[in-house]
């Protein structure tokens, strides 16, 4: 399958399922642990946002014109913090007006960063020499888990 093609398929389920979640329920909860939660997503999406901010960063997983490879501050432990912050932040929402067809659409969002991270590693693993050893120093999507 076209490289791009695919990106345009995993950027379609992404944006599709956060659309899903701002439609069906509310998006500020009203448990402040979850309000604390969303606070944490939004300030890990920002700090990874920011830290992107030096390269031409591009939504979809394909390769663009960057010539480095982020590897400091929040991605030095984290490959992929933008996304553990959208799965937490939509996680919350799933939690908080939970219905079965909420927890299908998370399920399908959360298999879709899955392979999203596994293909776009393979990228980055062809376009940067260092991203092997970068791999043994940082976690994936959840620092001590994956």
Known sequence: MNKKIKSL???????SSIIFFLLTGAVITSNI?????????VLVLL??????RRIKYYRVPDI?????L????IYKYIRNPMYLAQLLFFGILVLDNFTVYRLTVYLIFLVNFIYKIKYEEILLNENFKEFEKYKTTSWKLIPFVY
């Open 33 to 41: 642990i979850f309000i604390f939660l969303q606070i944490l997503a």
């Open 9 to 15: 398929i995993f950027d379609f389920f992404q944006v």
């Open 70 to 73: 982020v590897k400091t501050r």
């Open 47 to 52: 700090v990874a946002a920011w830290e992107m």
């Open 64 to 68: 663009g014109k960057q010539d480095e």
